[in-house]
């Protein structure tokens, strides 16, 4: 494995497989492993409000026997107050591990250039691996397997999205992905995730209608439609959005026993309705749980 994780593509179908059965011992058994990480330091960097992702790393490094410090956007600010590549080699000296959780991409790229201790992509504009990851494992947790199931992604062509779309090109799930014209996924990675697809059998299909991809669907998961930098564009998008929500009707065209899933926080009426993400097919909380677990494979991958 390389040293960081930036986003889903530096990991192999292996590497994968192999944090996910991970995920399975630490959580039969917690008690195993709470000084695996004993004494080891966790930084989190973050430019953004989090919940999920700053509590499960601050909770998950404390379970592993270490601690976090919690570096908020007026503390670093990050290539503003200090240029990144001297914030990299500072920490360095200080931490065993950094999340770091940005607006820009490059930003999370350039600190794990110049740090000599591992970096994890908590999110940035373009990828979310960490979320992926844990919605995979929780798919997979809940159905038993993953090869040859079919995801429908119904909604923004996001960070979110990409590091899905990246997961299920390496292991061999099918996606189908419906967004409206002009929010569709970034093209490096729809070609990245069609060519590592011929690898792994995964089928990937594109459509600009919802009821189309949905069909025949074991998940169906869909993100916000205006996420956290793009407040201006809220009124555009929901226009834009409009025919995208995950409601009962949509739900009825997929299988029965569709699944139904959404990384949170979410805008109840937006594109999700509230009958949806509380009944019978939703498996948002466990998947937000997971988060905790996966990431905790994933730190005792890194600092072990």
């Known amino acids: 494995m390389n040293k960081d994780l930036l986003g889903v593509s530096d990991l192999t179908k292996g590497e994968i497989e192999e944090i996910f ?20 330091s966790l930084g989190l960097i973050f430019q953004k409000p989090s919940n999920r992702t700053r509590v499960s790393f601050e909770v ?19 290539g503003v107050r200090e240029e990144i590549r001297d914030v990299a080699r500072t920490l360095s000296k200080y931490l065993d591990c950094i999340v770091a959780r940005t607006f820009s991409h490059n930003d999370v790229v350039e600190l794990a250039r110049y740090s000599s201790i591992p970096v994890i992509n908590g ?3 373009l990828t979310h691996p960490c979320q992926g990851l844990s919605d995979l494992y929780t ?3 809940k159905i038993g397997h993953l090869k040859g199931l079919k995801i ?3 909604g923004d062509g996001n960070n979110v999205l990409h590091s899905l779309l990246l997961g299920c090109s390496i292991i061999g799930v099918n996606i189908s992905i419906a967004t409206p014209k002009g929010y569709e ?16 059998g995964a089928c990937i299909k594109f459509s600009h209608k919802p009821e189309v991809v949905v069909h025949d669907s074991h998940v169906i998961y869909t993100d916000v ?35 139904v899933m959404h990384c949170l926080p979410a805008h109840r009426g937006e594109e999700i309705t509230d009958e949806v993400i509380e009944g019978r097919h939703s498996i948002v909380w466990d998947q937000a749980e997971n988060r905790l677990h996966v990431q905790k494979a994933i730190l005792l991958k890194l600092l072990k």
């Open 123 to 125: 999110l940035s504009d």
């Open 185 to 200: 996924p970034d093209k490096e990675i729809f070609h990245q995730a069609l060519e590592k697809s011929k690898k792994s």
């Open 225 to 259: 439609w205006t996420s956290m930098g793009q407040e201006k564009e809220r009124d555009k998008r929901l226009k834009a959005f409009k025919g995208f929500q995950v409601g009962l009707k949509l739900l009825s065209k997929a299988r029965k026993d569709c699944l």
């Open 21 to 40: 059965c991970k995920t399975d011992e630490l959580k039969s058994k917690p008690d195993k492993f709470s000084r695996a990480l004993q004494g080891k």
């Open 139 to 141: 798919i997979r947790e």
């Open 60 to 78: 998950g490094i404390a379970q592993l026997g270490g601690y976090a410090v919690y570096l908020g956007p007026d503390e670093i600010k990050l």
């Open 152 to 154: 429908a992604y119904v």
